[in-house]
Each structure stands twice: as C-alpha cells, then as structure tokens.
C-alpha cells in the first residue's frame, strides 16, 4: 500500500511571496489532515478535512493560510503572503474512515522563508 | 486546556532499556500514542493505547498509562543504535475530529 505522498518535499521563499504544498493521501482515507511543525517543537494541526468537508480550522491563520480539498481525495495548503515564522515543515496525515485514531504521516514539505 | 509534556533528551547505551516519559493535562483523553520521527522524515506510528488500559506490550514496546496522575512511558527493550530519533507523545479525544495533540518530543541518542 503506498504511502501519504507530499510535494515538493523542500521550498525556499522570501517573505511575502505565496507557496503551495500538495498532499495524496493513501487510497481510501476518508480523513485528511495538516500540521505544521516548526523546529524543536511536537506538530500543530492546521486543519482537518472529512472527505471534502472542514472539519475543525481553528488552528488556521485565515488570513494568510488556505486550504481545499477538492473530490475529497488530494489536497493543497497555501500560504499567501508568507512570513519568517512560516518556516517550519508541513506534514500531512490521514486516516481511514472509522479508524480515525490511526493516522499515517507522510515524509513532510520543508519550508525556508527569507 | 490541552497540554503535553516531555523531557528534551534521553542518552543510553545499546542493549540497555529506554524509558521516554510523557505528562498530559486533558482528563478527557480518550487515546494515547507514541510516534517516532527521523532526521528527514514524517512521523511513523509506534503503538497507541486507550485510555481504559493500564498497559500495552508490542515486541520491545511497553506502554505504561497511569491515568490518575496523567502520565504515560514508553519502555523500549534491548535498545539499539537504529532506536535514535524523536520520539512524540500525543494524546485525541478519539471522537469525531480525533485531533492530535502532541509533547515538544524526546530525542533519544543510543550509544554503541
């Protein structure tokens, strides 16, 4: 069974430009999910999709971050304009339905914001 | 609030046990994991336990919960070099949302 796959797996911006980051999940997950990690600290979830619904974004910068998960299967994260303290790595996650305490990571986006 | 702690390091020599402690705030949490995580690479789940368990035992694992002072261990026998990494505690409610919440991380360096 594949993996979560992400791309691109690095990015190097400077302020106030915009990034996208893609995430597949693994085939059937009806869960998807994004964190971000900055350096030296445990993950922070973003926001959180149930097929192609939102299912908490609490956590998400609105005004800066976006994120959409069309047909309910891959999903992108934007961030526009981005800041220094964007730099972290963005890992996405899913989980299958029913199963939802079970969540595989994939390798995780690094981004360096100058 | 939701708050999870750990310790920022842990040293031990091959062939000797680990133990990574962890300390949670949220009583209502109903899973309990421990991930780890590689230079380079995503977080790969190690083994989750509920919260109406006391124990948990995978191969070289054992998860330890003792839910009335909130704190969880991870036991990893006969340690070896390949076990270096971080290593994140994290606690969900388990319900719809099924949020992660996770510790800071312990990185555990195994000596030969």
């Known amino acids: 069974e594949a993996g979560v796959a992400q791309s691109p797996r690095y990015k190097i911006i400077e302020k106030r430009q915009s990034v996208a980051f893609w995430c597949n999940p693994i085939?059937?997950?009806?869960?998807l999910y994004w964190y971000q990690q900055i350096l030296g600290q445990g993950p922070k979830l973003l926001i959180q999709?149930?097929?192609?619904?939102?299912?908490?974004d609490s956590q998400l910068p609105k005004d800066r971050f976006s994120a959409e998960r069309l047909k309910g299967v891959d999903s992108t994260l934007k961030i526009q304009p981005a800041k220094l303290e964007d730099s972290a790595v963005y890992l996405c996650a899913s989980s299958p339905r029913g199963v939802s305490y079970e969540q595989y990571f994939g390798p995780g986006t690094r981004l360096t914001v100058t | 609030g939701e708050d999870v702690e750990q310790s920022l390091f842990l040293s031990v020599r091959e062939g000797d046990s680990s133990v990574i402690n962890c300390t949670y705030t949220?009583?209502?949490?109903?899973?309990l994991y421990w991930y780890k995580q590689e230079p380079g690479a995503g977080l790969q789940l190690l083994t989750y336990?509920?919260?109406?368990?006391d124990m948990k035992q995978d191969q070289r694992l054992t998860v330890l919960l003792n839910k009335k002072d909130k704190h969880l261990s991870l036991r990893i026998a006969d340690t070896q070099t390949g076990d270096s990494a971080i290593y994140f505690c994290?606690?969900?409610?388990?319900?719809?949302?099924?949020?992660?919440?996770f510790g800071g991380g312990t990185r555990v360096l195994v000596k030969p």
């Open positions: 994290a606690e969900s409610m388990g319900a719809a949302g099924n949020k992660l919440t």
């Open positions: 085939s059937g997950h009806a869960t």
């Open positions: 999709f149930q097929n192609n619904g939102v299912v908490d």
């Open positions: 336990i509920f919260s109406n368990m």
């Open positions: 949220d009583s209502s949490s109903t899973y």
